[in-house]
């Protein structure tokens, strides 16, 4: 009896302890931006890259998730996607989005994921960042990629999330978020506890 009673003591003592973890943070949202069908360096993939860490980061940290889905979705195909990308980046458009947060103002910190398209972010995730106020918020920024790492996004996120506190981001690449989950998650869970947050 004694020893189960230690043991709940224990469990209770690591369910505290993430709840303040999570608590220090605030409100905590992780919002991507992914695709599926033909990716660059892993084949057809069902689930997006970008999703994969989301899920990971989301599990970590007690957040909530929000996937950024445009109104007009792209081709399963990767060069018809690529096609429509650089497209998209020439005319700096901001695609239709088919998804909104509810009570955005609630959120404290924010994550914000997407793929890497011609050495920057999808202009959808754009259109995410310039849809909401991030004033006084936290912004942490990962993404997946095919070698580039985050490129240009950390600053590209700065200038427009003003008056935001950005932090270090995370890329990883996508055929270890596709193939080796293990490293994704230990490469997640190393970068959380580098920048405070878990």
Known sequence: MKKFLALL????????????????????????????GNEYG??????????????????KTGADLFEIKTVQSYPDD???????????KAEKARPALAT???????YDTIFIGYP?????MPMAVYN??????????????FCTHGGSGLASTERNIKATCQNSNVLQGLAISGSTAQNNRAQ??????????KIGVM
């Open 9 to 36: 003591a224990i469990v209770g003592m690591i369910f505290t302890f993430g709840q303040s973890a999570a608590s220090a943070q605030g409100k905590i949202l992780v919002a991507y931006f992914s695709r599926v």
């Open 42 to 59: 892993v084949g057809n993939i069902q689930k997006g890259n970008t999703a994969i860490v989301a899920e990971i980061i989301a599990q």
């Open 78 to 88: 990767y060069d018809a996607c690529t096609a429509i990308a650089r497209k998209e």
């Open 100 to 106: 909104s947060v509810t009570n955005f103002a609630q």
């Open 116 to 120: 890497i398209w011609y050495g920057d």
């Open 128 to 141: 995410f960042l310039e849809s909401y106020n991030f004033s006084g918020k936290t912004v942490i920024p």
């Open 184 to 193: 994704a998650d230990s490469s997640v869970a190393s970068w959380l506890k």
